[in-house]
């Protein structure tokens, strides 16, 4: 299925995760819903998440104490309102997934709740060790229920706004331009709104958990559409990857810590306890800067994951993937510890919303990883993103839906693609090259523990790799690799210039130039086009 060069409909979203579906979901009783993903409808990091879902749902645990959890992880940066929202919305968002047959892990009738890092409970509602793939398949499965039309291999290169195409009137989104991965085709679809559910951008960094089509699209292009993005510079590292040379960023779930695994160097030694009282179950932040600290102390290449006190039946029972996963690059973790090291994981920061997924440009909506709610602050509670996806999904369609004007979309003419006297590419290792380099740079220069200086380095690189970008973007034709080394370039000069404007450390923000946090600095660190260009 491909899509006709002009498309209109009243929801368009762009991306089929958890953020994208629920909206889906909740929008497709009001009008008519497009969904694009820009690979196969499946793929994105909702499909990779393994630890599950956070919410209160045990006996001992209740809002308050979820809310606290967040806060803390948040170091102080959380939007309240925005926390408040999705704790309190969280356990209907579980039941909704329920009734929609996902099959959450269960004992002796009651979900069975993992704990991990920053919780000071058990509340992860989990499907064994694959979560995201159950949530993404019940998800899936309903929006082909309801008939709503997903187009995979569609990747959106730019929003269409009234700015663009010079329209008097209030500024505003009229949809987006598509490129067919297969065809090459740049399609016009306009819509009453559009919604960006795009994910993070974690392939902004050399290694990552994220998949390949984590390239921080949806925060480029809102922000070359003009809206504000905040707190980019909290860019989490998540502390356990596999460390092995065949294995991508595979990722070992923080799920492990919390049954009982303990982090060791190479000689053995459990190194936690020197860094924080909560040892292992500390907040991410604080485990993925102790494995960093305690490898490049030692001058180790990795840390380990020791799950070998565990009995092999309940590491099957639990973590069948994971354990599948080690054996495949000939790593029993029942018989020995796991090698593991810190990779690039969540995007904290993105789009500013208000509580209803809004954007500041109106009739855009951003969802998801790609926004910045408030939820996460400095920091993200694991797993409250999956959720934050679910509450935020359906809030959106709520509001969105009133944008429909009786049902009738008056759309203005909005002239197709141009492409100029774009010629056929010749140069591709112009991509290839940059797209290393800036990957490179940032995770150099950008990464778990900064410096002034380093991250000074990394903007003058960007600087330069933006400017060749531009250049061979505005002289070739459009392909997919330079879509998404554009965005990644422009996403990665959002980290860095919102690292540089936070002199203070705080949350995941750790600069050797200023160690403490500084309380007047508690505020978002909010860019729009004009400051960061
Ligand atoms: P995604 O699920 O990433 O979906 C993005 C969608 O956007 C895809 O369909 C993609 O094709 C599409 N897209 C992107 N760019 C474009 C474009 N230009 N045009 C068209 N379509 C586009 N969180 C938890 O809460 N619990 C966990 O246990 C957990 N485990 C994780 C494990 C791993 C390995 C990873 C990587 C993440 C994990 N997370 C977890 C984080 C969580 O999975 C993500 O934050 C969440 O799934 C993001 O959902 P989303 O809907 O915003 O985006
Ligand atoms: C994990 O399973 O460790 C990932 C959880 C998350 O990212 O929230």
Redesign the pocket.
């Known amino acids: 299925m491909s899509l006709a060069p002009r498309e209109q409909v009243d929801f368009l979203v762009?991306?089929?995760?958890?953020?994208?579906l629920s909206f889906a979901l909740e929008a497709a009783a009001h009008g008519s819903v497009l969904v694009?993903?820009?690979?196969g409808r499946s793929?994105?990091?909702?499909?990779?998440?393994?630890?599950?879902?956070?919410s209160v749902l045990g006996p001992d645990d209740d809002f308050d104490r979820h809310i606290e959890d967040t806060l803390v992880a948040g170091a102080g940066l959380c939007h309240r309102d925005a926390v408040e929202v999705t704790v309190r919305e969280g356990p209907e968002r579980i039941r909704w997934l329920l009734s929609l047959g996902v099959e959450f892990d269960r004992e002796e009738g009651h979900l069975h709740l993992t704990r991990e890092g920053g919780h000071s409970r058990r509340r992860v509602a989990h499907a064994k060790d694959t979560?995201?793939r159950e949530v993404e398949r019940a998800l899936l499965a309903a929006c082909d229920a309801r008939g709503i039309r997903i187009v995979e291999d569609?990747?959106?290169i730019d929003l269409v706004t009234s700015a663009k195409l010079g329209l008097s009137g209030p500024p505003r989104c009229l949809g987006a331009y598509v490129l067919d991965r297969a065809s090459g085709d740049v399609s016009t679809v306009v819509a009453a709104a559009t919604v960006l559910?795009?994910?993070?951008g974690?392939k902004v960094y050399l290694y990552t958990?994220?998949?390949d089509?984590?390239?921080g699209?949806?925060v480029a292009m809102a922000w070359r559409a003009g809206a504000p993005v905040a707190n980019m510079e909290f860019f989490q590292f998540h502390p356990t990857c596999l460390f092995h040379p065949a294995a991508g960023s595979f990722?070992i779930?923080e799920a492990l810590r919390g049954e009982g695994g303990i982090l060791r160097n190479k000689a053995g030694e459990a190194f936690m306890v020197r860094y924080d009282p909560r040892k292992e179950l500390a907040p991410r932040d604080v485990v993925a800067r102790s494995i960093d600290a305690e490898v490049k102390r030692r001058g180790d290449d990795c840390a380990f994951l020791d799950m070998t006190h565990l009995p092999k039946a309940f590491l099957l029972d639990h973590f069948p993937h994971i354990y599948a996963t080690c054996r495949e690059f000939g790593i029993d973790m029942a018989a020995q510890p796991i090698p593991v090291v810190p990779a690039a994981?969540?995007q904290c920061g993105g789009v500013v919303t208000d509580l209803h997924g809004a954007t500041s440009l109106p009739r855009l909506f951003a969802?998801?990883?790609?926004s910045c709610t408030g939820l996460h602050g400095a920091n993200r509670l694991?797993?409250?993103?999956?959720?934050e996806?679910l509450v935020f999904g359906r809030r959106a369609a709520l509001v969105a839906r009133e944008l429909l004007d009786g049902g009738r979309l008056v759309a203005p003419d909005v002239p197709p693609w141009n492409p100029g006297n774009a010629l056929a590419p010749d140069e591709g290792v112009v991509v290839t090259h940059n797209w290393e380099e800036v990957r490179r740079t940032m995770w150099n220069y950008v990464g778990i523990v900064r410096t002034t200086k380093r991250l000074e380095r990394a903007r003058s690189r960007l600087r330069t790799l933006r400017s060749e970008i531009r250049e061979y973007y505005w002289q070739y034709k459009v392909t997919p690799d330079l879509v998404e080394l554009r965005n990644l370039a422009d996403m990665a000069m959002l980290v860095i210039e919102s690292a540089l404007r936070r002199k203070e450390s705080r949350g995941l923000h750790y600069t050797l130039d200023y160690p403490d946090a500084d309380d007047a600095q508690l505020r978002d660190t909010v860019l729009t086009r004009s400051d960061a260009e």
Do not use: F, R, W
């Open positions: 762009l991306g089929g995760g958890v953020a994208g694009l993903t820009k690979k793929e994105g990091s909702t499909q990779y998440a393994q630890g599950g879902i956070a979560t995201g569609q990747l959106a559910a795009t994910g993070g974690g958990s994220n998949p089509v984590a390239t699209d949806g990722l779930s994981h969540y969802v998801g990883e790609v694991a797993s409250n993103s999956l959720l996806g």
